[in-house]
């Protein structure tokens, strides 16, 4: 017997590791399929009380749910046509900066001859091999860009097209979870159903507003500090905010290297750096409380080892994927006895409160 007892936490132990070395696989090589899936389902919960008002209104479900995917899908076109006419404007001008890439490079040949002792004639003899080689990589980098470019194309139509069913038979897949669960937890697991929806649509709704609010300010800011193209780079470290704690911190270094290409100075620089730590002293301590809100309860240490987890699963859709999933998942622990631990661990500590 206390052999048994013993070794029963283990063998929970065991189990458990293997369960979650099992769900690592599926999610992995399911990636084409939940992808899509998981984005439609966190959409649909953004969704759904767009789609409740409409069907208030006396408008059949069908109608209802057209008109919100509606609403979406050209809301979502609107972004893309955005950065897609920004991203021409930026490309028009990279020709311009083709005199300046041949004076640097010049310059760098200069330097390797006066410190290397290796002639012009030779190193342009080392680029001309390179060339070679590198037109194959060119090729084949252009053959992945059009992957990459279909593969979205399918996904946002599988996004789309789930969007649609998640929102119409919303009623039914609510209830087949309600019947295949037991009886004694019927009334947690639609508390747990009603919280997760909560979740995702306070995450998702307040990260789309405070992405606008950052648009202006560092449209604004920008503008303000003679940035070339403003409106692009505000919209590039907007977007980039979906990605927590790296995606900002990227979109200021692109605006810094870009700056620099252009000719920009010190003063230019420092000014793009104390753009980038104001305006996230404002979005730290204004914008996320008033707009987000307590979106998720997920403590540092779990929110970078999930982002981590995320890319190294599903990629750069794993990235933005990762928190508002981790955090349904910390409700649908905190419901179940079972699993009460794993929520806490996730979860953020909490402060005693000190008796005096």
Request: charged share 15%.
């Amino acid at each position: 017997m206390a052999a048994d007892s013993s070794s029963s936490p283990l063998t929970k132990t065991i189990q458990l590791l293997l369960l979650f070395i099992l769900a690592t696989i599926v999610l992995y090589f399911s990636k084409a399929l939940l992808v899509p899936v998981a984005f439609a389902g966190l959409l649909a919960m953004v969704m759904l009380p767009l789609n409740r008002w409409f069907e208030k209104r006396k408008m059949k479900r069908v109608m209802a749910v057209l008109l919100s995917t509606f609403i979406f899908v050209s809301g979502f076109v609107c972004v893309i046509w955005l950065v897609s006419w920004q991203i021409g404007n930026v490309a028009s001008d990279a020709f311009k900066m083709e005199g300046k890439l041949e004076e640097i490079i010049q310059s760098i040949q200069q330097m390797i001859k006066d410190k290397l002792g290796i002639s012009q004639q030779m190193q342009e003899q080392m680029v001309q091999q390179n060339k070679e080689k590198g037109a194959a990589t060119v090729g084949k980098g252009l053959v992945g860009v059009a992957g990459y470019l279909w593969t979205f194309i399918v996904d946002f139509v599988l996004v789309v097209v789930y969007l649609f069913l998640f929102l119409y038979y919303r009623a039914h897949i609510k209830k087949f979870i309600l019947n295949v669960t037991l009886v004694n937890h019927k009334d947690k697991t639609e508390k747990a159903l009603e919280q997760s929806t909560q979740v995702g649509q306070q995450y998702l709704t307040g990260l789309s507003l405070m992405i606008l609010c950052l648009w202006v300010m560092y449209g604004v800011a920008f503008s303000i500090i003679g940035v070339k193209y403003a409106l692009f780079f505000a919209i590039l470290c907007g977007l980039l905010e979906m990605i927590p704690f790296v995606g900002n911190l990227t979109g200021t270094t692109l605006t810094v290297l870009f700056s620099l290409s252009q000719g920009a100075d010190v003063r230019m620089v420092i000014a793009i750096i104390i753009t980038y730590a104001l305006v996230q002293f404002i979005q730290t301590y204004l914008i996320e409380p008033l707009v987000v809100g307590a979106k998720v309860n997920i403590n540092p240490l779990f929110t970078i080892l999930v982002l981590v987890a995320g890319e190294m699963v599903w990629g750069i859709p794993g990235l933005v994927l990762a928190i508002p999933l981790l955090a349904i998942l910390k409700i649908i622990f905190d419901h179940f006895e079972p699993l009460k631990p794993y929520g806490e661990l996730i979860g953020e500590v909490k402060k005693k409160k000190v008796k005096k």
